[in-house]
DNA sequence: CTTGTATATGAAATCGATTTCATAAAGGCG
DNA sequence: CGCCTTTATGAAATCGATTTCATATACAAG
């Protein structure tokens, strides 16, 4: 690196202290309107920049803030965090992104990474196995999106989640009335979602008097590695003509093993909507979050929350839409 | 914020001076085993973590790169960042993303904002309207990934890109060998990637004896906007038989667009490929280009410039896989 | 002409680490 | 026992900003 240039060479340029230079940036109100042009002239000629580090060690603010994600593959996250990277420029905040790939340890470690930067806050979607989440961050703010924090000190954080059950529960009854007879279920056990997701679609087997079997239930682990299998093992011994898909990957896998064993004939639900299910051959319900805006509401709660940090927690929740095709 | 545990109150626990506690982070062969012991006690008593901050200001180095792209959303981009974000992550690096969505003004403000932070280096996808890269970032390793830098000191850094033009060639070469008799082209003008995939895609067709009619080709702006017009005229006007889509954005407003209008029969070829092409009812030829290994490729370029600022700048081509389907 | 009040500026402390330089204690050797 | 080399440690400077406190000047009021 060629060496930067400081607020010591501004002083000197100007023939002033660094404590003038510092103040025509943050308070030119007590600054003589000579000096201060002539501390601009050195910035401008010199190219000056002021060290975001600098600003940092001494302001015990980074202006940065942590999001933990399972993954940004999956494109309801890239969405979410798209909408916080958005909203987050807009006020002057940079972004770390961290993929947890549904692993604790890396969860773990990612946090501390970020409490080590001193980020001002983060945006959590948890695997959910920390029972203490207030030791591992120090008091810094944290938003939960996505799932249900778990843990003893879990209600002393804001939220913003979405309505999984009533979103589950209208996309299998819109199946069932489409004609289903019999509906299966693949979710993923991961976090509370598929727990909430699996509990609407049991009450809208409920509401039709479909039985509920729990053979006709499978759990994925999310990862997709053996999603094909069990789906394929719904399909043959369950008979079924109707399958719910927690999320868009366990989706993906479905249509994956549909293809290749050419069943032309299933009715599919899936959690959460992606644009190219328009263009399958099967007619996809879907249930459509507001990935985005569950990132700007996300990134809105922390500024709340930083600005205002005793007011009462929030627990946000957004709707979801019933797509039907 | 509970005020942080400075490596201060370590050295008072321990009764040592903060040198001391340093030099057992850093050179533990420094220190007698005892201290050491003494020391260890001490952060595992109080929970000590060392700021990062700190460090980097008194290390000049951060830890942490900056990815700046057009857009996350895309899935080539995510792809990319991901494969960028796991090697970073294995050696102890923070990423921060930024979404220019191809305006030179956030890439200008993105790239300043990095500066300011003291990133350690930058991966890059330029809009390419920056014709001095050099003054921008003062020194900071840059390195490019699928467009060329533009301007004049272009070529000093190292790039990782894909052969765009022999990529787009085999593609629209495939068409024609499926039976398509008139191919149309929707490419983006942005950046260079544009004007090298029409290249490939103008030789194919002069392999082939076609003639290469300008009102063949259509410019699209990437953002999407417009795309469906644009498709719409040239399959309405031209009678084309088969189109080639620059990228993935651009293929699914065309797919819309044949939605909307109930047009069956339509040979398509797209570069860049995404898993759900398998499940459209087009038999959809693409580009696959390697994404993830881009990413890494990227990072590894990076870290070994950073540790040999000095060696021969280095331009790196992947390749792409034709998918026939 | 003295006293008091703005106005403008600088010296020095601070944020939390690392590193250089100096020094004290301990051990080796003649 | 005295001299020299290791070994272990601390004091202080440094990284690049901000902020407090003190001070110097200018000007108004008495």
Redesign the pocket.
């Known amino acids: 690196m060629s060496?930067?240039?400081?607020?010591?060479?501004?002083?000197q340029y100007?023939?002033?202290?660094?404590?003038?230079?510092?103040?025509v940036?943050?308070?030119p109100?007590?600054?003589?309107?000579?000096?201060?042009q002539?501390v601009k002239d050195g910035m401008d000629e010199l190219q000056?920049?002021?060290?975001?580090?600098?600003?940092?060690?001494?302001?015990?603010t980074t202006k940065t803030i942590g999001v933990v994600i399972s993954n940004v593959l999956n494109p309801f996250f890239t969405t979410l965090v798209r909408g916080i990277e958005d909203a987050a420029t807009k006020r002057g905040y940079s972004v770390i992104v961290c993929n947890t790939d549904e692993n604790p340890d890396k969860e773990q470690r990612y946090i501390n990474m970020l409490v080590d930067h001193q980020a001002d806050g983060i945006i959590l979607a948890s695997t959910g196995n920390h029972a203490n989440y207030h030791s591992m961050v120090n008091d810094m703010p944290l938003v939960f999106i996505d799932r249900m924090p778990q843990g003893k000190d879990a209600n002393l954080y804001d939220t913003v989640l979405v309505d999984n059950e009533k979103g589950s529960f209208n996309a299998v009854d819109a199946l069932i009335k489409q004609g289903a007879t019999r509906v299966n279920a693949i979710v993923s056990p991961v976090a509370t979602t598929g727990t909430e997701r699996l509990n609407g679609f049991r009450k809208a087997l409920t509401a039709h008097d479909f039985p509920i079997r729990e053979q006709d239930i499978a759990l994925d682990d999310y990862l997709g590695q053996h999603t094909a299998e069990l789906a394929l093992n719904l399909i043959q011994t369950n008979q079924c003509d109707a399958l719910f898909c927690g999320n868009n990957v366990i989706l993906m896998n479905v249509l994956k093993v549909l293809k290749e064993w050419q069943i032309g004939d299933m009715k599919l639900a899936v959690f959460d909507d992606q644009p190219w299910f328009d263009f399958v051959q099967y007619p996809i319900i879907s249930v459509d979050q507001p990935a985005y805006l569950i990132g700007t509401k996300a990134f809105i709660t922390l500024m709340d929350r930083l600005a205002n940090p005793d007011r009462p927690v929030t627990h946000d929740i957004v709707r979801t839409k019933l797509v039907i095709r």
Chains 1, 2 share one sequence.
């Open positions: 060496k930067q240039v400081t607020i010591k060479q501004i002083a100007a023939g002033v202290s660094e404590a003038t230079v510092s103040r940036l943050n308070q109100e007590l600054v003589s309107k000579q000096t201060i002539k000056y920049r002021p060290s975001a580090l600098a600003q940092s060690m001494r302001n015990h």
